[in-house]
């Protein structure tokens, strides 16, 4: 279980995000939506453990934040909006580069299953020469090596066609309804927080949000 409690992040005077409250189980997804520079990615970084928060706790199965980030990190897949993989690699290049840094050891086959569970059978391609697609799956297979239990995207999709959306959001509703792993995702698109999530997290009031969340059939909590 993740338990976010009264989260409060400022950045010198300026109040980014004011006492954020929720759980997630196993198995659920969370849509984080709102405008930009609402505070969606700081929530994503703080979950992240890549930022602190100036009040309030964060605790993963129990486990503190701040006393056990170690064990907490292991835990943790964090996806962000900017690619990192390397362009002169192949996908098996990349995938056994990042499995070296990772704390788990996989074999060639297991990196390469993670790979194909999301449809990129790309194994001995070059990346320079995959599609936007194709190299957003890379970016996600890298941080879900370490078999995370708790998988963070920050806007995963965007810019790519439907049918990779498709197979993305199909991965990861296996990931969470089979597997039990806990999702927070960023999106700007609303027919796929729609399709994908259980729970919607609305950062910033912004009216036009707010009501634009009333139309769709969720739980949603605005802060
Ligand atoms: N390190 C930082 N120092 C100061 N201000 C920051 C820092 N990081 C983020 N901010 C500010 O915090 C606010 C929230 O930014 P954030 O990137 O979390 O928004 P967002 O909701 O993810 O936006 P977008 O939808 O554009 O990605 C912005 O005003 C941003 O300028």
């Not at 001995?124 to 970016?139: A, E, I």
């Amino acid at each position: 279980m993740l338990k976010v409690s009264q989260i409060t992040k400022r950045y010198r005077k300026k109040t980014v995000l004011e006492n954020i409250d929720f759980t997630l189980q196993s198995g659920d997804i969370v849509g984080l939506v709102g405008e930009n520079g609402a505070g969606k990615s700081t929530l994503l970084k703080i979950l992240a453990t890549l930022e602190k928060p100036t009040v309030g706790t964060v605790t993963l199965h129990d486990k503190s934040y701040i006393k056990d980030r170690r064990e907490i990190r292991k835990q943790i897949g964090f996806v962000p909006q900017d690619i990192a993989i390397w362009e002169e690699f192949t996908v098996a290049e990349n995938m056994r580069y990042f499995e070296k840094l990772s704390w788990k050891n996989k074999t060639d086959t297991q990196l390469q299953k993670i790979c194909t569970d999301m449809n990129l059978f790309e194994w001995n391609t070059p990346v320079k020469v995959l599609s936007g697609g194709m190299k957003r799956k890379l970016n996600m297979a890298i941080s879900f090596i370490h078999d995370p239990s708790l998988l963070l995207l920050d806007e995963p999709t965007v810019g790519i066609d439907l049918k990779s959306k498709k197979e993305i959001n199909q991965y990861l509703l296996h990931q969470a309804k089979h597997l039990g792993k806990m999702i927070i995702y960023t999106s700007h698109d609303m027919d796929e927080i729609v399709h994908l999530c259980d729970r919607v997290i609305c950062i910033g009031k912004d009216p036009f949000y707010v009501e634009l969340l009333k139309e769709i059939k969720k739980e949603i909590i605005v802060f």
